[in-house]
T-cell receptor, first 112, second 114 residues
Framework: GENVEQHPSTLSVQEGDSAVIKCTYS??????FPWYKQELGKRPQLIID???NVGEKKDQRIAVTLNKTAKHFSLHITETQPEDSAVYFC???????????WGAGTKLIIKP | EAQVTQNPRYLITVTGKKLTVTCSQN?????MSWYRQDPGLGLRQIYY???????DKGDVPEGYKVSRKEKRNFPLILESPSPNQTSLYFC?????????????FGSGTRLTVV
């Protein structure tokens, strides 16, 4: 079955710098890749997603890139701000069965 | 307001005392799921349901039961809770639309079993 690995488990960056979180997946049939953000004490919320027919997607300071050949996708956050501090989860899915396979999460710390 | 509602938010109980965590969604979503979240382990799926009366095991189903008698409700039942079920639990739902996989999560239930 599908397996999703997420790295790093913790990432600390200076405010204003960029942050990159990477996930790899095992099943080449996966075609949907969302990213969720979970602030401390709150529920996970979708921040961006990408489908396999697209290589990159941007939404203001966040972007996701997908490399289908290498089977990895990455979350890029530019000009990081204190409110970006959270745990970020990647996931992968084969659309036909609704199942999301989750990465273990990355704790992003923004240093002032 | 479109939402997934979980109750209770916090629960402390004793080993062996049956409990139910309720989950209700008002978005007419087909798919509902339960996760537990533990430090360093991310989100692990307990059970899921693709429609009324259709449920299936996730990755960590032992010690849990669910039911889906109506589309909006998906309760999680712990028949005989044990301390290793102390965790943060999330219910989630998603619409029956294969082009859209956005999960809506409930606010979470922090369960402590002593």
């Amino acid at each position: 079955g599908e397996n999703v690995e997420q790295h790093p488990s913790t990432l600390s960056v200076q405010e204003g710098d960029s942050a990159v979180i990477k996930c790899t997946y095992s099943d080449s049939a996966s075609n949907y890749f969302p990213w969720y953000k979970q602030e401390l004490g709150k529920r996970p919320q979708l921040i961006i997603d990408i489908r396999s027919n697209v290589g990159e997607k941007k939404d203001q300071r966040i972007a996701v890139t997908l490399n289908k050949t290498a089977k990895h996708f990455s979350l890029h956050i530019t000009e990081t701000q204190p409110e970006d501090s959270a745990v970020y989860f990647c996931a992968a899915s084969i659309n036909s069965n609704y199942q999301l396979i989750w990465g273990a999460g990355t704790k992003l710390i923004i240093k002032p | 307001e479109a939402q997934v509602t979980q109750n209770p938010r916090y629960l402390i109980t004793v080993t062996g005392k049956k409990l139910t965590v309720t989950c209700s969604q008002n978005m007419n979503h087909e798919y509902m799921s339960w996760y537990r979240q533990d430090p360093g382990l991310g989100l692990r799926q307990i059970y899921y349901s693709m429609n009324v009366e259709v449920t299936d095991k996730g990755d960590v189903p032992e010690g849990y039961k669910v039911s889906r008698k109506e589309k909006r409700n998906f309760p999680l039942i712990l028949e005989s809770p044990s301390p290793n079920q102390t965790s943060l639990y999330f219910c989630a739902s998603t619409p029956d639309e294969r082009a859209s996989m956005s999960y809506t999560f409930g606010s979470g239930t922090r369960l402590t079993v002593v």
